[in-house]
């Protein structure tokens, strides 16, 4: 099993800064790499597929980088509903999540 | 619309059984991967499986492989997920979601479904 790992945990950050979430994978998942929003009681929400190509309708704040072993999620600017918990999933080989990052108010 | 509309919460004792459903609308149901995911309370999302509704290819997570049942009903475009007998550990929100690209069998989810809770308790 690939294992995903998500750093860091929480992150604080005031409204207006940049937010950049970490994803490591254990091996090398190519570019099959995936990140989602969840907010509370809500069901997930594809932000980013194939490492760095926005899905449809997510704005271009959000942005994804990386392949291989190494990704970043990155927030240019955050907004207040922008305040929620990301995961990130690799599909190259049995798909696995990340365990999340939550991002709060500062 | 595209959407996946899943069926209602649920309580149940341990040792019982249990059937779970996910209906598609809005596109080609059985040109598109489904899969589950579960989300314990408070913990992150977890991979369960996929099924393909035009032929029910079916793929497990060696961690849920023999523990449920996927499943889906081409005519009707509803998958399921099932269990034989339910324990406390099963408690949980369960999600389908459909594979964005048509045919993908290793693909992000694009559309997901509400959710059902599953509660087992005694």
């Known amino acids: 099993e690939i294992v995903m790992t998500q750093s860091p945990a929480t992150l604080s950050v005031s409204p207006g800064e940049r937010a950049t979430l970490s994803c490591r994978a254990s091996?090398?998942?190519?570019?099959?790499l995936a990140w989602y929003q969840q907010k509370p009681g809500q069901a997930p929400r594809l932000l980013i597929y194939g490492a760095s190509t926005r899905a449809t309708g997510i704005p271009a704040r959000f942005s994804g980088s990386g392949s291989g072993t190494e990704f970043t999620l990155t927030i240019s600017s955050l907004q207040s509903e922008d305040f929620a918990v990301y995961y990130c999933?690799?599909?190259?080989?049995?798909?696995?999540f990340g365990q999340g990052t939550k991002v709060e108010i500062k | 619309e595209v959407q996946l509309v899943q069926s209602g919460a649920e309580v149940k004792k341990p040792g019982e059984s249990l059937k779970i459903s996910c209906k598609g609308s809005g596109y080609s149901f059985t040109s598109y991967w489904i899969g589950w995911v579960r989300q314990m309370p408070g913990k992150g999302l977890e991979w369960m499986g996929i099924?393909?509704?035009?032929?029910?290819?079916?793929r497990y997570s060696p961690s849920f492989q023999g523990q449920v049942t996927i499943s889906a009903d081409k005519s009707i475009s509803t998958a399921y997920l099932q269990w034989s007998s339910l324990k406390a550990s099963d408690t949980a929100m369960y999600y389908c979601?459909?594979?964005?690209?048509?045919?993908?069998?290793?693909?992000?989810?694009?559309?997901w479904g509400q959710g059902t809770m599953v509660t087992v308790s005694s």
């Open positions: 099924i393909y509704p035009g032929d029910s290819d079916t």
């Open positions: 091996q090398s998942v190519s570019s099959n």
């Open positions: 999933q690799q599909y190259n080989n049995w798909p696995t």
């Open positions: 979601a459909r594979h964005q690209v048509y045919k993908a069998a290793a693909d992000a989810f694009d559309i």
